[in-house]
Nanobody, 124 residues
Framework: QVQRVESGGGLVQAGGSLRLSCAAS????????MGWFRQAPGKEREFVAA????????LYADSVKGRFTISIDNTKNTVYLQMNSLKPEDTAVYYC?????????????????WGQGTQVTVSS
């Protein structure tokens, strides 16, 4: 069973930064991709960023490109989402997810394992 524990959410002013962490356990992740998604109240789940564990290739949503950075610490089996220049529209619950194979990075329905989510609130 793949387990993910997210942390790092909170309240920040516009222009500020936060770093989300997703600690994964339960198996070897070399064949997995890890993704971050977000969902604001009344809105659909939205792709944010993803990274393949095998070759560290990344993909970002246009809305966060240049502001967010996804990375992996293999020694800790942890995926990070560094979020800079935050905007009020970034406010949402952020979810970490794991996908075996990593062929459909931006499609939430292709991810098999999900974390519990962490709230990010950006005030204007």
């Amino acid at each position: 069973q793949v387990q993910r524990v997210e942390s790092g959410g909170g309240l920040v002013q516009a222009g500020g930064s936060l770093r989300l962490s997703c600690a994964a356990s339960g198996r070897t992740f070399s064949n997995y991709a890890m993704g971050w998604f977000r969902q604001a109240p009344g809105k659909e789940r939205e792709f944010v960023a993803a990274i393949r564990w095998s070759n560290i290739s990344t993909l970002y949503a246009d809305s966060v490109k240049g502001r967010f950075t996804i990375s992996i610490d293999n020694t800790k089996n942890t995926v990070y989402l560094q979020m800079n220049s935050l905007k009020p529209e970034d406010t949402a619950v952020y979810y970490c997810a794991a996908q075996y194979g990593g062929y459909y990075l931006s499609r939430w329905e292709r991810y098999q394992h999900w974390g519990q989510g962490t709230q990010v609130t950006v005030s204007s």
